[in-house]
């Protein structure tokens, strides 16, 4: 094992080890009904808004209960979920036209599935398409930005179950689309209500989430205890297939390690690795003591580890420092040593399995010494006590912000320390509660320096979520956005706005390169790895779909027990 690997296995906590050894030696628990299935869980959701300050986390929840219009499966294939069939150019439920104004723009028509209902059997209806789109445009609220409603400059209903939507340019995504939420039920919330915060606090979804009328998915919201569970049971209102299992039970913890004993004690019948359940590195060591007691669910991810760089620190304004910093972090050593090489490292936010993946860029391989280079041609030498100074007697210290009771990311925040001390920048470990992480550091940007977090290019999510200009979080925009750097390039909104009006494979992959070029030379955020979608579950769970690239809850009417 090299110097670097025995430094990262040193991180690695004994303490879990020593916990998982005693939870094999003891007696398996009483069997778990066949009917229910008990998930173990991270971070309790503190926001149950599903269109408000979304994240993974909040994404792998609400989908259970509440299903967008659209989704990609295992495949890369997108299927209707709420609508009767697929928007094509093909089909002609989409069509170019000209516009007004002389450009050109597509009209989509969405057709609600027959029989769709929320939980408290009011049809679900256009007048909720058009109540969503309504508040996404509304500027004093501001909604996800995943698959917004507001890429539609203007709504049509046609009926009671049908929309046309007005998109004022060509996009490639225009067959994808986000949730809707019951206009019954947050109409008035809204209209007396008319401001985010005054919103979010009196949405029904924040005080009284078991409201059944609030779901439309296979499962309902029915029971919760904040810090400690959400109960999910089927919703006898959803016109698909009936689900299969009975209840099933997001049971939350502390941390990892003892999400990992409740595994093997037979409490919780399945975690998600990384970043919201054990480790990868929990996960590698416990196949390979017990590779039959438990299913090893591994597929390719979409979902990039990555550290936003805030641009209003004057030391990270300098590109040869940000750079600096990629250089001096050996991730696949990371990936080697506590991942056993299955995350594959990130050399920018596609993964090289991505059709759309580009060799045409800056790569940035662990290299200290050039690390050391470009900090010196920046200005920064080290100092006596070996952290780098500048001309003004400045030391080069950072603060990197994560989620605390993480196990991955504390391990790799702790690896990051240390590699980036051996080229004289100092780095101090901020681990916070996830509502302040979500709200006060991204969403408020009040993180100082480094910030690492995940986010997940599903096929349909287009990069200006992360890199474009608009999707930096400030007050006028409500906090919509998840280019947390601020980072800000004319050359990267145009190679974007291009990249989105892409209809054919072959310019998409054009496009892609440049976005691709563009971020690897400005470096926005320092690119780790990428997660594989994984899981460990109980043996008898079946038709446990984890490869799909949007979140698996959406099919998990399907899952069951033999």
């Known amino acids: 094992m090299t110097s670097v690997g025995k430094r990262i296995r040193s991180f690695v906590s004994m303490a879990l080890a020593c916990a998982a050894v005693a939870s094999l030696s003891g007696g398996s628990a009483a069997a778990q009904s066949k009917d229910q299935l008990v998930v173990g869980q991270l971070q309790f959701l503190t926001n149950f808004h599903p269109l408000v300050q979304v994240n993974n986390t909040k994404r792998l929840v609400v989908n259970y209960s509440l299903r967008p219009m659209t989704a990609f499966d295992e495949n890369v294939v997108n299927h209707c979920i709420l609508c009767e069939t697929l928007p094509t150019i093909e089909n002609g439920l989409a069509k170019i036209v000209d516009l007004p104004d002389g450009k050109k723009g597509m009209k989509v028509v969405l057709q609600l599935r027959a029989g769709l209902a929320w939980g408290d059997g009011v049809p679900v209806t256009s007048k909720d398409i058009e109540f969503t789109w309504r508040m996404a445009n509304d500027p004093n609220i501001g909604f ?22 007005t998109i004022p340019q060509i996009i490639s995504s225009y ?23 005054a919103y979010v606090k009196q949405s029904l979804y924040n005080t009284q989430p078991t409201n059944p009328g609030l779901w439309n998915g296979s499962y309902l919201l029915s029971d919760y205890q904040i810090g400690t569970r959400i109960v999910f049971t089927p919703n006898p209102k959803w016109p698909g297939e009936k689900p299969h299992l009975q209840r099933i039970i997001l049971s939350y913890r502390d941390n990892s390690s003892s999400l990992l004993q409740n595994l093997l004690a037979g409490s919780v019948d399945a975690v998600p690795v990384s970043p919201g359940g054990i480790s990868f590195s929990q996960m590698l060591d416990l196949k390979n003591q017990q590779p039959d007691k438990f299913t090893y669910h591994l597929a390719y991810g979409t979902n990039v580890e990555r550290i936003a760089v805030n641009f209003d620190n004057p030391i990270l304004k300098n590109k040869s420092v940000r750079q600096a910093l990629l250089y001096a972090i050996d991730r696949q050593a990371i990936s080697d040593e506590l991942f056993g090489g299955l995350q594959p490292v990130a050399n920018g936010i596609l993964s090289t399995e991505n059709v759309y993946y580009s060799k045409d860029m800056t790569l940035y391989s662990y290299d200290a010494e050039k690390a050391k280079e470009l900090l ?38 702790q690896v ?35 910030m690492m977090s995940s986010i997940d290019f599903s096929p349909s999510v287009s990069p200006k979520i992360a890199l474009g200009s608009d999707s930096i979080p400030s007050a006028k925009n409500n906090g919509v956005g998840n280019n947390f750097s601020a980072y800000s390039n004319p050359e990267m909104d145009k190679a974007i706005s291009e990249l989105e009006t892409a209809l054919d494979p072959e310019t998409a992959k054009q496009k892609w390169a440049d976005v691709q070029r563009i971020f690897a030379e400005d470096l926005p955020m320092l690119p780790l790895y990428f997660y594989p979608r994984a899981y460990v579950t109980v043996t008898d769970l079946t038709n446990f779909r984890q490869g799909t690239l949007d979140p698996l809850q959406i099919w998990s009417e399907e899952w069951q027990r033999q």
């Open 144 to 165: 996800s930005n995943y698959n917004p409603w507001t890429r539609a400059s203007e709504l049509k209903v046609i009926d009671e179950r049908t929309v046309e939507l």
């Open 175 to 197: 067959n994808s689309w986000d949730q809707v939420i019951p206009e019954h039920l947050e109409g008035p919330v809204y209209a007396a209500n008319p401001t985010l915060d």
């Open 376 to 413: 010196s041609s920046a200005g920064w030498t080290p100092g006596d006590d070996g952290i780098c100074i500048n001309d003004k007697g400045e030391r080069l210290s950072l603060e990197l912000v994560s989620t605390a009771g993480n196990q991955t990311r504390e391990q790799i925040a």
């Open 416 to 450: 990051i320390q240390s590699q980036l001390k051996d080229v004289c920048v100092e780095i101090t470990n901020n681990f916070v509660p996830l509502q302040e992480f979500n709200g006060v550091m991204a969403r408020k940007r009040k993180f100082k320096a480094l």
